[in-house]
């Protein structure tokens, strides 16, 4: 969410100070750090060996010891290969020691890989699976990152297609370019060659085989001048007017059927993956799309490595930041969850590498490696060891305190959203997502949207969809005793609450079921008030910094109230309304600026100047997507860019201001 990317923002800062702080002190000490692998599983039975790294910092002067276990993530070990063991865990390689001599920076750690012909991998799901392995405490050195992520591909489905294929497109204003990109698939018998076959043209659709057929308007090309690659490998392929001798014209869609072809036989198979895209002249506004090929996504997060977003299909995808941005950072390999997560996520840079925190539909909980993709922890039933059980009803995003950003202790803390009276409040350990304290309640509803942290009063504010109780605040622990206790007031009813409440000063701004805008005043609970008069807040309220502004949306409409609350005047001041923007979506204000942007339901992307005395008659927009709903837009400040979704998968990268 907004609120997020700016909590992001000023911890970054902070995290600056603290690092450099200490970075004299640390020199002494060499850090530990282990790599994350990907490797190919294997068939035919037996086991394959594999080697992850642990590396020192720096040199040290005397010996370092670390222990090491392996822990069981979607992949499951065992002590010998059999029917559902995809690693081993008997000595040598479920743990040990790891022991480096002085002056030795770097040691490998061997596992086990079962070699299986089990076809976990499927076209819908696309999950990989995974294992982790986890460093104990060491001696004479400190833990930096430790836990790597194997990740296991499988190589047993016989025949698959391209994997986790998406689309990038830009252009000029005579000649465009898609870029397609995928995953090159593992497979008992290596892909032969690539087939990419396509139409064009309004309400296009992708060819069924990859045979020429000119008079469809469809074209044919094998990619013998770009030869498969190995599996798990990602490749890009442009289509622009190099390609086939005539320029693509911006604006006009292309529907794509990619197919993987096997041929051990006299006629080849394949499998057919489909993509459209729509190149776009990017000496406008819009500086490049990304199609998902799934129906919707959540609105994007803006971190440091990288643009992210989530599927419909549950796909976590990654972009490379920037006007020239949109493929695939380079270290990014796809990862898919499962299900789908329904609110934008945090991306936190912590010390051990930026993560990307998402909660999905199913009751799962990830932690997500911003730069590789990579999954780090995963709460969830196929992770079933005893320290994660199933949370249950998860959609909330997670929201997070952190030691280094001068909080009491780490922690990530998300509400389950399950049936009435079986609700809980978690805090996960951030490093591998094991519980911390939890918090239930018989009379807790379903926590849906994303908790506040108020780092200075060590304490979580968030809203249930019941109307008996729907706000809670929990006190957070002391230094090195995390835990979930009731604090304050709370809880209290509000007239039941589904969105996320927002922290400004002593403040707390959140939108209720029954369509009224409260402000809290947070040393007595004293409440402020305001009904909408058009449904409840679209998610949460964007506080301005600068003032005592609040900007939201509801049904339809874009409002601004101003937070001037006195004991003789408990209600909240309408400054103005804008009327004539379809179902807006969640708003974003740029923080130090009058300009505010709003997606619509006729597929463009709103300004607004807050200042204006008429700010519907002055606002500003760019058409994005015809027909399509344009959802909650994010900032990416220094190259002064906004990315929004839509309600067909794509995602825009565009120049503010207009």
């Known amino acids: ?53 642990v590396t ?42 790891v022991h480096f001599d002085p002056g030795v920076t770097s040691q490998p750690i061997t596992i086990q890989v079962v070699k299986d012909d089990a076809i976990e991998w499927s076209p819908t799901l696309q999950l990989d699976e995974a294992l982790f392995v986890d460093l104990g405490p060491p001696v004479n050195a400190t833990i930096r990152k430790g836990r790597a992520t194997v990740t296991l591909l499988d190589d047993d489905r016989s025949e698959p297609g391209l994997q986790f294929v998406s689309a990038v497109s830009d252009g000029t204003a005579t000649a465009g370019r898609n870029r397609l990109q995928w995953r090159v698939p593992p497979a008992p018998v290596p892909p032969a060659d690539i087939l990419i076959a396509w139409t064009s043209g309004p309400g296009c659709v992708p060819p069924a085989d990859a045979q020429p057929a000119s008079a469809q308007g469809q074209r044919y090309i094998s990619q013998d001048s770009l030869p498969v690659g190995a599996p798990g490998q990602t490749q890009i392929w ?98 898919a969850l499962g299900k789908p997560a329904h609110n934008r996520s945090p991306v936190v840079p912590l010390p051990a590498g930026s993560r990307f925190f998402v909660g999905t539909e199913s009751g799962e909980v990830h932690a997500v490696d911003g730069k590789s993709g990579a999954i780090v922890w995963s709460r969830s039933l196929p992770f079933g060891a005893s320290q994660l059980p199933h949370l249950g009803g998860i959609q909330a995003t997670p929201a997070g305190l952190f030691k280094v950003w001068g909080g009491q202790n780490d922690m990530m803390l998300v509400g389950t959203n399950a049936t009435a009276g079986a609700n809980a409040f978690v805090a996960l350990d951030p490093a591998n997502g094991f519980t911390l304290p939890s918090y239930t309640s018989a009379a807790m509803g379903g926590v849906r949207g994303m908790a506040v942290v108020d780092y200075g009063g060590n304490r979580t504010f968030f809203l249930t969809s019941d109307t008996s109780a729907t706000l809670y605040s929990l006190g957070l622990g002391a230094p090195g005793a995390p835990s979930l206790t009731l604090s304050g007031l709370y809880p209290k009813a509000y007239g039941g609450a589904s969105g996320s409440a927002v922290l400004r000063g002593d403040r707390l701004y959140f939108g209720t079921d029954n369509a009224n805008l409260r402000a809290l005043r947070l040393s007595d609970g004293a409440p402020g008030t305001r009904g909408t008069g058009d449904g409840p807040v679209k998610g949460f309220v964007f506080p301005d910094r600068r003032n005592g502004n609040l900007y939201f949306s509801t049904n339809g409409k874009v409002q601004a109230f101003q937070d001037d609350l006195s004991p003789s005047d408990p209600t909240l001041t309408s400054l103005w309304s804008v009327n004539d923007i379809s179902n807006p979506s969640i708003v974003l204000h740029r923080p130090g600026t009058d300009l ?4 619509g339901g006729d597929g463009r992307l709103y300004e607004i100047n807050v200042a204006d005395a008429d700010p519907q008659g002055t606002k500003k927009s760019v058409l994005l ?23 067909t998968g794509v995602l825009y990268a565009v120049r503010v201001p207009f």
């Not at 923002?9 to 990907?38: E, N």
């Not at 799934?294 to 972009?319: F, L």
Request: proline residues 9%.
């Open 1 to 53: 969410m907004g609120r997020a990317w700016a909590w992001v923002r000023r911890a970054t800062a902070v995290l600056a100070v603290v690092l450099a702080g200490t970075a004299t002190a640390r020199a002494q000490t060499p850090a530990i750090d282990i790599s994350d692998i990907r490797v190919v599983e294997g068939s035919g039975g037996g086991v394959a060996d594999y080697q992850t790294t």
């Open 56 to 97: 020192l910092s720096a040199a040290s002067t005397l010996p370092v010891d670390v222990s090491w276990s392996t822990v069981n993530g979607s992949a499951t070990g065992g002590a010998t290969p059999a029917l559902g063991v995809d690693f081993i865990t008997a000595a040598p390689y479920g743990g040990g020691a």
């Open 238 to 335: 442009a289509h622009l007017e190099e390609t086939v001798g005539v320029p693509l014209v911006p604006y006009k869609r292309y529907c794509y059927a990619l197919f993987t072809v096997y041929s051990p036989g006299p006629t080849p198979t394949t499998e057919r993956v489909t993509i459209q895209a729509t190149p776009l002249d990017a000496s406008g506004f819009v500086q490049w799309s990304y199609a998902t090929g799934s129906p919707d996504v959540v609105p994007p997060t803006v971190g440091t490595d990288a643009v992210y977003t989530v599927s419909t299909d549950g796909v976590v995808h990654s972009m490379r930041r920037g006007d020239l941005g949109g493929p695939w950072p380079t270290a990014w390999n796809p990862v």
């Open 596 to 599: 505010l942007y709003v997606g």
């Open 625 to 647: 997507e015809p027909g399509a709903q344009i959802g909650a837009p994010s900032l990416d400040g220094p190259n002064n860019l906004v990315h929004v979704g839509s309600s």
